[in-house]
């Protein structure tokens, strides 16, 4: 059994899913709802704990009774929890998501981490006891910056989530293995994916992979191109898709190759998306 360290975001999501997103002064009615914890690292750790594996949280919650909601639903998922900040009065972030039934496309209104960053203090230098894997989605620069160094010395490997790019995230990639990223993230002056493999292969980074939602990933592995192919589905819900992926990528990279790891996280994140909300994969199995 292997035990993956995820630091980054959580968040109380509000997932409700309507016929269509509301308009400007309109209130609709929403057929389901669902409440889970969110964000990045969170929904890969309740996935790679999920597949059979140790997965352990670490980020920012404190003792807001939001908190206590999101601790409840990691814990249901046997997610183990480090606080980087336990005596934090504020709540943590809050997401309200639309889901529109016809096309399984996601609305997200949220709040990211830039309102509770920790410094480089808040990391245990015992916190990489036992890790297998690394899994940083940005969202805690400093802490990031800390984890990737200390995983480094005990060569530890690191995954990068690459959601979106986030100043500070350019000190990190040197200590990366595999990136994971958006066709929606974009390093400096990089308009396209030609130019996000080149600025992230001038990093150092060996692997790099490029998500595009239904369509192919592109990927760049120690200087070869290629394409994986995405299982075409009836969508029901696209939230977490990412997220889920990232957590399965987790799995089966410490197994796998690059390529059939890309191949076999992209089966898991497609049949999420067959259900509605981010844990209801799991629950019909």
Not at 4 to 31: C, H, M, R, W
Not at 37 to 63: D, M, R
Not at 67 to 83: G, P, S, T
Not at 131 to 156: M, R, T
């Amino acid at each position: 059994m292997k035990t993956g360290l995820f630091l980054g975001l959580a968040t109380l999501d509000l997932i409700y899913l309507t016929g269509k997103p509301p308009g400007e002064n309109q209130k609709v009615v929403a057929s389901d709802c669902t409440i889970a914890a969110g964000g990045p690292a969170a929904n890969a750790a309740v996935t790679f704990s999920y597949l059979g594996n140790v997965a352990i949280w670490a980020g920012v919650l404190g003792t807001h009774a939001i908190a206590q909601l999101i601790r409840a639903d990691l814990a249901e998922y046997n997610v183990k929890i480090i606080d980087l900040e336990p005596g934090r009065s504020h709540s943590p972030p809050v997401s309200s998501i639309i889901v529109t039934e016809a096309t399984g496309d996601r609305a997200v209104v949220s709040i990211n981490a830039t309102k509770s960053q920790v410094d480089r203090q808040a990391i245990n230098q015992d916190i990489l006891t036992s890790v297998s894997i690394v899994l940083l989605d940005g969202h805690q620069i400093a802490a990031s910056k800390e984890i990737a160094q200390l995983a480094k010395s005990k060569n530890i490997p690191i995954v990068l989530d690459g959601g979106s790019w986030k100043p500070g995230l350019e000190e990190i990639l040197p200590f990366i293995e595999w990136a994971v990223c958006s066709e929606n993230f974009h390093p400096p002056n990089c308009d396209n994916s030609e130019q996000v493999f080149a600025y992230l292969s001038a990093a150092g980074i060996p692997n790099i992979a490029i998500t595009r939602g239904e369509k192919s990933i592109s990927y760049l592995s120690n200087g070869s191109y290629g394409s994986i192919e995405i299982p075409q589905i009836q969508v029901t819900d696209t939230l977490g898709a990412g997220d889920i992926f990232h957590g399965a990528f987790c799995h089966y990279i410490l197994q796998n190759n690059f390529t059939d790891t890309l191949t076999a996280a992209t089966k898991i994140a497609s049949h999420s998306c067959k259900n509605f909300g981010t844990r209801g994969w799991m629950n019909k199995g």
